[in-house]
Structures are given as C-alpha cells and as structure tokens.
C-alpha cells in the first residue's frame, strides 16, 4: 500500500528498480564535477584567486564563448590577445575581412550589426531597442532567422565559423573596462592557469557542438550560455515596485528593470512597474511559507488591474 501511495505498483515496480541506481550514478557524478573541477582548475594557477577574479574569468572566457577561437588560433595566442588590445583589435579586423570574402549579396553590413548585438547581448544581457532582428547564435546570423523573411537557407560552414569567431571577438572587445584590467593582468601574470581554462572551454565547447546534429538545433543554441550554479538560498524574483520597501527589508536587492516578453501582453500585470529583485539571504525553512503568503499578498493587490 505504502509503494502505491509513492507511485509504485506491480506493473512498474522494475522499472523503478531500473532507475533508481542510474540516478544515484548521475548524482554522484554531478556531485563529483561541482566538487572536484572548481578545484582542478584553481589549481592550475599559483595563487588562490579571489571571488572577483573568478568573476572575470567567467564572464571574459566563458560567456564570450572565447573557445570559439580555439579552432583556428593557438590557446596561446588567444591569451596574449587579453593582455594586448592591439592583437584583438587585429584579429577582428583580419576576421572581418574574411566574413567579407564569405558572405553574398552583399550582406557583410548586417551580418555585422548582427554579430555586435549578439556580443552585447552576451557580455551584457542587454539589448538596444534598434537591434537588428536580434539572433541567438552564429548559424541564426547566418541564415538571417525571423528577418523579414530574407531568409538564407544553407549558408556555408566557413560563414557561420566566421561569424561565430567574429561575434566573440566583439564581446571581448565589449567587456567591461574593469574586466578587460582583471583579464590583462591574470593573462600576464597566470598564464598557465588562463590556458587551462581557454583549453577546458574549447574541448568542452567542442562536445556540445557535436551534439547539435540538426539545423534546428543548430538554431536554438544560446551563444555564451553557461549557467553559473546557484547557491541553496539565493532567490531571485520578479516583483512589482510597489512592494519595493518590503522586499528590502527581506534582504532583496534591486537589480534592474523587467522588460517581460510579447507572451506576457495579455496578463493584468504592469511590466513597466517591475524589477528583477535577488537575494543573497538565506530565508530560515520554516519563514518561508509565512514570508511568500505575505510577498504575494502584497503582490497581487500591487500588480492586478481591475
């Protein structure tokens, strides 16, 4: 009785059985990875490096999808190109060159446009309201997706390799001047370190190409998405402003305007009076019924219009 109740019966009983140590093997192994690569890594530099510098290196390595360049330049030169502006500013203009040789009908310019809200997007998460038929990734560029239908249906491989390399280029080129310090100095004085993570990122990059088998997939991936694991506590929520000072004083932060999205027109919500609002306190177990209860109280009495 006690089985049926938790969803087992006779019929499924096996398959259970099946699937319980499958999952305890991918838990330990995700458990492994969160565990063990943080300190692989930190250990291929010479000195503990702080919450800051592992911030730079996320956002300028990672989320610029940098690895992007391993397939035609040398992790070595990539390096040397956060510690000299003047080989980036080189290697762009040498790349778009070679996007001007690959693309047809004249479409270098947009191609361009493109590739530069996509690499502010990235290093930013924002967007300008003149942007471009904005796309997600460099095949999406390629074939010119959802732009007024001028659609190019198989674009060459080069192009979109081009593309791919030229819209990382631009993100690096976009980062924060802060940031841009931050890399410069890790490049020159960690460079082993810096190589190790350009190499991880481009061998790990490379695996998840590979899986992309179809042009839909190929369209669906986010250029420079790596998701940074949450810590048990953090929250982050979309509010209305109207509770602003409530959510203060729960330990919630502000951290920008929500745009929403054309899905949400037809909710009795007004977008213009919300925010993305985060957390870093840890709200005790048994608050957290009594403190939601209360959020949402406040929420839809602030947010609905009769």
Known sequence: MADEVMGITDENR?????????????????????????????????????????????????????AALGETIRIRNIREMLSDSSKLDLAIS????????????????????????????????????????????????????????????????????????????????????????GLKTLAETEPKGVEFVLGYLRDLRSKEQAKATTKIAQLNGYKGYVPAETKEGVSLIVAADAVHNYLVQQGYTRMGDYRGSGLEAGRKINLSDLGLYRTRHRIRLQDRSTATKGLWHLLSNATSKE
């Open 14 to 66: 096996d398959m259970f059985q099946l699937m319980n140590p499958v999952k305890s093997a991918v838990s330990r192994i995700r458990q492994i990875f969160r565990q063990d690569m943080p300190k692989i890594i930190g250990e291929q530099f010479s000195r503990k490096l702080t919450d800051v510098e592992w911030g730079q290196l996320h956002l300028g390595l990672a989320r610029t999808d940098l």
């Open 94 to 181: 040498k790349e778009e060159e070679t996007l001007k040789g690959l693309s047809k009908k004249n479409l270098e310019k947009v191609y361009i446009e493109k590739a530069k809200d996509l690499a502010q997007f990235m290093t930013s998460y924002k967007l300008d309201k003149e942007n471009h038929f904005f796309a997600r990734n460099a095949m999406a560029i390629a074939m010119l997706a959802g732009d007024n239908g001028a659609m190019v249906k198989d674009p060459s491989p080069e192009l979109v390799a081009s593309i791919d390399r030229l819209v990382s280029l631009y993100a690096v080129e976009m980062l924060d001047p802060a940031v841009k310090t």
